[in-house]
């Protein structure tokens, strides 16, 4: 008797509390207020709206944006996702409210391949991004592009007496792959000051061959193209079950080894020399800019290699885009970046 008299009494003070609550919500002047989300497809659980996202994510947003309109949002995996498809929404995006979303999400690719976003690519939106768009304006301005064209005249020449000099053997060539290697010479000595890769073994100045090169920028273009699972569904990150991330950790070894074996053949040639001038290769303005005390935020040994490896990208992605058997891994990374 005694027990149910107390639930009796429990019942009650719950009842009278919440009819208080409810009369005091309507006295009261506030109102709860309940964000307007965009429209879109109703998610999957786990997967979201993955299932609507084809091979194209372009055409596949083109498709969905015809039935809900130029702004809707998705749910891939774990992440909601606004996805702008008219030129009015996307000034709103990239103009308006640019410094609202100029940060890209964090992601394998900026942990384990660009040094935990360290390029201008991947770093968030604040003083070091505006200290690496600073850079790369000074790098890339149209002075400092014409003063390299001794290379390409020098390197032009060089590519032509080859293809001479083996025409002479009467065997059938293969263009192309000896247009890979001029692209590359050019790129080596723009970015290096000096050509860093050899034509087919390793020797003393270098440390991978054209071949080698090539392969680790399609596999770096690849990797940055990808749609890794991980990185929507995060506790699915650590099973790894594309592959993706092992394949990222071996090729970050592999450039790290080609980028040390760069900065410190120029560290040395800056301290072994008591007469030494830096010449405008873009390495040495990259080891310049880190060493500047006056610099906004420090430019660390790690930001270089970022820098570089983000260098030779641009480069190869103009220069070799059209010709390499593996070009769409090319196109697959810019479409990864403008996503």
């Known amino acids: 008797m005694e027990s149910s008299s107390s639930f009796s009494s429990w019942a ?13 919500s309507k006295l009261l002047p506030f109102k709860s207020h309940q964000l307007k989300f965009p429209p879109g497809p109703n998610p999957w659980p786990i997967i979201g709206n993955l299932n609507l996202v084809g091979s194209h994510p372009p055409k596949s947003f083109h498709k969905l944006a015809q039935k809900y309109g130029p702004i809707m949002q998705l749910k891939i995996g774990s992440f909601p996702v606004v996805v702008a498809s008219s030129a009015e929404m996307a000034k709103e995006f ?24 360290l390029n201008v690519a991947w770093a968030p939106a604040g003083p070091y991004w505006r200290q690496g ?7 890339f301005n149209s002075k400092r592009l014409n003063s390299y064209q001794y290379i390409r005249v020098e390197e032009m020449r060089a ?12 065997k059938p060539l293969k263009l192309k792959d000896h247009l890979f290697v001029h692209n590359l010479n050019i790129i080596s000595r723009v970015v290096f000051g000096k050509n860093c890769v050899s034509s087919e073994s390793k020797n003393e100045t ?66 072994g020399a008591n007469d030494f001038v830096p010449k405008d290769e873009m390495v040495n303005l990259l080891v310049q800019r880190a ?6 935020t420090k430019l660390s040994y790690d930001g270089i290699k970022a820098f570089i490896q983000e260098l030779l990208m641009k480069f190869s992605s103009f220069l070799t885009s059209g010709m390499h058997q593996k070009s769409s891994a090319q196109r697959g990374f810019w479409v990864r970046l403008l996503m």
């Open 159 to 170: 590519f032509m007496s080859r293809l001479c000099t083996l025409s002479g053997t009467g």
């Open 133 to 139: 768009r600073k850079i790369f304006s000074e790098l």
């Open 206 to 271: 270098s440390t991978v061959t054209h071949e080698e090169l090539l392969e680790m920028l399609d596999e770096l273009f690849f990797l940055h193209g990808v749609f890794n699972i991980g990185d929507w569904i995060p506790w699915l990150d650590f099973l790894d079950l594309q592959r993706y991330v092992m394949r990222m950790k071996a090729l970050s070894k592999k450039f790290d080894k080609f980028l040390d074996h760069v900065l410190h053949e120029h560290n040395a040639k800056k301290e």
């Open 291 to 296: 060493d500047d005390p006056n610099a906004d």
């Open 12 to 24: 009650l003070i719950a009842m009278a509390s919440l009819a208080a609550l409810a009369f005091l």
């Open 94 to 117: 990239l103009k308006t409210h640019d410094h609202v979303f100029a940060s890209r999400p964090k992601s394998a690719v900026g942990k384990h391949l660009v040094y935990n976003n």
